[in-house]
């Protein structure tokens, strides 16, 4: 038999009045802690530190392994050792493979097994291990929805609300979980914007990794035109698109401390799903630029599209084949960069294109996947390269705009 | 602790790590490395750890400010916790950089490795024992009173 | 024989599967939607028992993804068990989905998880008297620290069926 709720609720009071004794609630230093990292004037200065802290500890962590051990072991030993031990210098195959014989660095090789593996094991590896001991860390002590209460008023001037945080940090990963977490927003209009939005500025911790490790100096620029671009894009289709924008609803939960147990349990899932799913397409990624190049297909497309390269974006046309290994691996794109010959703007000028130009094949699967849910693939995937192809030109062409006023092209 | 006596605890922390932050800002926004004995501004994100203590500093201030003992605690331990971040991080960066070594080398020698660990310090790391003891302090005391 | 977990979003429901069911987890892909759920085994006086973690909901009316799946879930499995997990400082909304489940005549327990929040926030349960109230075993929990997750085994076969009409004169006699 079922009950009408209104009944049910008359029935629940009733047992929890009988049952359940409410004590004078005690405020102690830790409930009063856990209200104050909610509350703007005092939560928004500790979000600023603990987002300090999160850059932080990626930065030194990865930093330790990557510049540390894995620099010198790749480059020192293994490169120099695979250039001679393997056979068939100068075929196909020693190209495919190994990549150039000559070369001094593991970035610039282009080979399966020197920068294919010294990008998959020395950069990502660290990378996505320090950034999935933090997020672990802020989801098990319930930061997480502090923050996003926080940034709510933020997030609502481009019509999504303070849960958006949760995908977006979860991007700066892999996009790939960051769209699966739009299934937890409300309405198809905020699932579209923020799905488009993330795979197209948001670069993933893999990325980040490589652009930390080659490019250090230009990485706040790009991160901050990137980021510039997330909320300007955000705010236009706010505009354009129908459909609501609901309120955050939610309970904060109490602070806690996260226990070891279950942060290395989650920790492990996540660099398992990295060694089976992100090094074959890195490897995949390295070994199919290299067969293009060799097929003579690269230099095709990098010559029809010359124009629009250097007219438009101002970057050299060689920049092609990172891009096609990006459509892979958006972390191995920016690795292959590092070995073309540009000026820093140009340098810079390529990573957001890189960055912005088509989401990866994984991303964009868990796209297709989630745009069944999310308003219909057609209109998901219409919709989305509608606003890509609009943003990689305005945005792209944009960059090139404020060199030239720089004068620094 | 007479509340006085914890008032007058909080705001000299609070100065303690305003004043630094203030410095810090502004040797940031100047691009300048500048050591005073065992104190040093400089380095990477010198603005942003400034920006931090100069706000930790500010949320020392309104502990004192706070009239409910609880809440005064408790907005303690908050500006404690935002020194550790800092301190903390620069803690870890610097062991880690002690264990490698340079051109060649996996390990660094002994002698390199203490050589990282005599300073000069960043202000965050100098004040990071001080909010220790104050955190004891003020937790072991909600401790007592209930 | 399948027990399956449910419960509110955000209350344990997780740390208490992975309590019952340790490593042995297969996720999988409700088929057709996008919605994950986790399913182990656990042994309990020999017996095997499939134990499912059932997206979160708020309620048996299915207004979005996850309620339906959770819906499909329970409808697919012969008389299951159904173990309402609950978190112990907001009891009357997790009772709210329990009574649902008990009215659609399915085998219930009750996990009472997040003990250790209700103490600190000073709030006491009588359990032995809910337990008698609502005629299904309640066992407080600590699903994140494996407190009381050995009695709530325990208690996995005198999990019951609920007569609502005699429920609710019990009630309303209080």
């Given at each position: 038999?079922?009950?009408?709720?209104?009944?049910?609720?008359r029935?629940?009071?009733?047992?929890?009045?009988?049952?359940v004794?409410?004590?004078?609630?005690r405020?102690?230093?830790?409930?009063?802690l856990?209200?104050?990292?909610?509350?703007?004037?005092?939560?928004?200065?500790f979000?600023?530190?603990v987002?300090?802290g999160?850059?932080g500890?990626?930065?030194?962590?990865?930093?330790f392994f990557?510049?540390g051990?894995?620099?010198?072991l790749?480059?020192d030993?293994w490169?120099?050792?695979i250039?001679?031990?393997?056979?068939?210098k100068?075929?196909?195959?020693?190209y495919?493979?190994?990549g150039?014989?000559?070369a001094v660095n593991?970035?610039?090789?282009?080979?399966?097994l020197?920068s294919?593996?010294?990008?998959?094991?020395?950069v990502?590896?660290?990378?996505i291990?320090a950034?999935?001991?933090?997020?672990?860390i802020?989801?098990?002590?319930g930061?997480?929805?502090?923050?996003?209460?926080l940034v709510?008023?933020?997030?609502?001037k481009?019509?999504?609300h303070?849960?958006?945080?949760?995908?977006?940090i979860l991007s700066?990963g892999?996009?790939?979980?960051g769209?699966?977490?739009t299934?937890?927003?409300?309405?198809?209009k905020?699932?579209?914007?923020?799905?488009?939005?993330?795979?197209?500025?948001i670069?993933?911790?893999?990325?980040?990794?490589?652009m930390?490790?080659?490019?250090?100096?230009y990485?706040?620029?790009?991160m901050?035109?990137?980021?510039?671009?997330?909320f300007?894009f955000?705010?236009?289709?706010?505009?354009?698109?129908p459909?609501r924008?609901?309120?955050?609803?939610?309970?904060v939960p109490?602070?806690?401390?996260p226990t070891i147990?279950?942060?290395?349990r989650?920790l492990w899932?996540?660099v398992?799903?990295?060694?089976?799913?992100?090094?074959?397409?890195?490897?995949?990624?390295?070994?199919?630029?290299?067969?293009?190049?060799l097929?003579?297909?690269?230099?095709?497309?990098a010559?029809?599209?010359e124009?629009?390269?250097t007219g438009?974006?101002?970057?050299?046309?060689?920049?092609v084949?990172?891009l096609?290994?990006g459509?892979?691996?958006?972390?191995?794109?920016v690795?292959?960069l590092?070995?073309?010959?540009?000026?820093?703007f140009?340098?810079i000028?390529?990573?957001?294109?890189?960055?912005?130009?088509?989401?990866?094949i994984?991303?964009f699967s868990?796209?297709?996947?989630?745009g069944?849910?999310?308003?219909?693939?057609i209109?998901?995937?219409?919709?989305?390269?509608?606003?890509?192809?609009?943003?990689?030109?305005?945005?792209?062409?944009?960059?090139?705009?404020?060199?030239?006023?720089?004068g620094?092209? | 602790?007479?509340?006085k006596?914890?008032?007058?605890l909080?705001a000299?922390?609070?100065?303690?790590?305003?004043?630094?932050?203030?410095?810090?800002?502004?040797?940031?926004?100047?691009g300048?490395t500048?050591?005073?004995?065992i104190?040093?501004f400089?380095?990477?994100?010198t603005l942003?750890?400034?920006?931090i203590?100069?706000a930790a500093?500010?949320?020392f201030f309104?502990?004192?400010?706070?009239s409910?003992?609880?809440?005064?605690r408790a907005?303690?331990v908050l500006a404690?916790?935002?020194?550790?971040?800092i301190?903390?991080?620069?803690?870890?960066?610097t062991?880690?950089?002690?264990?490698?070594?340079?051109e060649?080398?996996?390990?660094?020698t002994?002698?390199?490795f203490?050589s990282?660990?005599?300073?000069?310090?960043?202000?965050s790391v100098l004040?990071l024992?001080?909010?220790i003891?104050?955190?004891?302090?003020?937790?072991s005391?909600?401790?007592?009173?209930d | 024989?399948?027990?399956?977990?449910?419960?509110?979003?955000n209350?344990?429901?997780s740390a208490v599967?992975?309590?019952?069911?340790?490593?042995?987890?297969t996720?999988?892909?409700?088929?057709?939607?996008?919605?994950?759920?986790t399913?182990?085994?656990?042994?309990?006086?020999?017996?095997?028992?499939?134990?499912i973690?059932?997206?979160g909901?708020?309620?048996t009316?299915?207004?979005?993804?996850?309620?339906?799946?959770a819906?499909?879930?329970l409808a697919e499995?012969?008389d299951?068990?159904?173990?309402?997990?609950?978190d112990?400082?907001?009891?009357e909304?997790?009772?709210y989905?329990?009574f649902?489940?008990?009215?659609?005549?399915?085998?219930?327990?009750i996990?009472?998880?997040m003990?250790?929040d209700?103490?600190?926030?000073?709030l006491?349960i009588?359990?032995d008297?809910l337990?008698?109230?609502?005629?299904?075993p309640?066992?407080?929990?600590?699903?994140?620290?494996?407190?009381?997750?050995?009695?709530?085994?325990?208690?996995?076969p005198?999990?019951?069926?609920v007569?609502?009409?005699?429920?609710?004169e019990?009630?309303?006699?209080?």
């Open positions: 038999m079922k009950l009408d709720p209104e009944e049910r609720w029935l629940i009071d009733r047992v929890a009045r009988e049952t004794e409410y004590g004078a609630e405020s102690t230093i830790g409930s009063v856990a209200e104050l990292t909610v509350k703007p004037l005092t939560g928004i200065p979000a600023f530190a987002l300090y999160f850059w500890f990626f930065d030194a962590f990865a930093g990557t510049d051990f894995f620099v010198p790749f480059d030993h490169l120099p050792w250039q001679e031990a393997f056979p068939l100068g075929s196909w195959l020693y495919v493979l190994v150039d014989p000559e593991s970035f610039e090789a282009l080979g399966m020197t294919g593996f010294f990008v998959a094991i020395g990502v590896l660290p990378a291990v950034f999935y001991l933090v997020i672990t802020l989801e098990d002590s930061y997480m929805p502090r923050l996003a209460v709510d008023t933020v997030l609502h481009i019509g999504l303070g849960f958006a945080v949760v995908p977006m700066l892999c996009n790939v979980p769209v699966a977490s299934r937890t927003l409300e309405t198809k905020q699932r579209f914007m923020i799905m488009i939005l993330l795979s197209v500025f670069p993933c911790g893999a990325q980040l990794g490589v930390l490790s080659l490019i250090p100096e990485f706040g620029y790009i901050i035109y990137l980021v510039t671009g997330f300007v955000g705010w236009v289709l706010n505009k354009l698109l459909g924008s609901p309120e955050i609803i939610t309970d109490p602070l806690r401390t147990a279950n942060v290395s989650k899932v996540k398992k799903g990295f060694f089976t799913n992100a090094i074959p397409f890195v490897l995949l990624g390295v070994g199919l630029v290299n067969l293009l190049y097929g003579g297909v690269i230099s095709w497309i010559n029809s599209l124009p629009l390269f438009w974006f101002g970057i050299p046309k060689e920049t084949a990172p096609i290994a459509f892979l691996r958006k972390d191995l794109a690795a292959q590092s070995a073309i010959d540009m000026s820093g140009q340098l000028t390529s990573v957001v294109i890189i960055s912005i130009y088509f989401p990866c994984a991303t868990m796209i297709i996947k989630e069944r849910k999310s308003g219909g693939v209109r998901v995937l219409g919709g989305g390269l509608l606003t890509l192809v609009t943003v990689v030109f305005l945005w792209g062409g944009l960059l090139h705009l404020i060199g030239i006023l720089l620094v092209t | 602790m007479k509340r006596t914890l008032d007058i909080l000299l922390v609070g100065a303690g790590t305003f004043i630094p932050g203030l410095l810090g800002i502004l040797f940031g926004l100047a300048e500048y050591t005073w004995r104190l040093t400089g380095g990477n994100f942003w750890r400034g920006l203590l100069l500093g500010t949320q309104f502990a004192v400010n706070q409910n003992p609880v809440q005064k907005q303690a404690s916790s935002m020194i550790w971040i301190g903390g991080i620069e803690i870890l960066s062991v880690l950089n002690s264990i490698t070594g340079g060649g080398a996996w390990l660094n002994a002698g390199e203490l990282h660990y005599t300073g000069p310090f960043t202000p004040l024992p001080i909010s003891l104050l955190v004891i302090l003020v937790t005391n909600e401790a007592k009173n | 024989m399948a027990i399956l977990l449910m419960g509110h979003p209350v344990g429901k599967f992975n309590r019952l069911t340790g490593a042995n987890i996720e999988s892909n409700y088929p057709g939607t996008t919605v994950d759920f399913e182990g085994y656990t042994y309990i006086d020999g017996k095997e028992y499939k134990v973690d059932v997206p909901t708020f309620s009316d299915p207004k979005d993804e996850a309620e339906k799946v819906l499909d879930i499995h012969e299951p068990i159904v173990l309402v997990v609950i112990s400082t907001k009891i909304r997790g009772l989905l329990a649902e489940i008990m009215e659609r005549g399915y085998k219930v327990m996990a009472l998880n003990w250790d209700a103490e600190k926030h000073d006491s009588d359990v008297q337990e008698e109230i609502l005629g299904v309640v066992v407080p929990t600590v699903a994140i620290s494996g407190k009381g997750i050995s009695t709530l085994v325990e208690n996995v005198t999990a019951s069926r007569d609502i009409e005699r429920l609710r019990k009630i309303t006699s209080l």
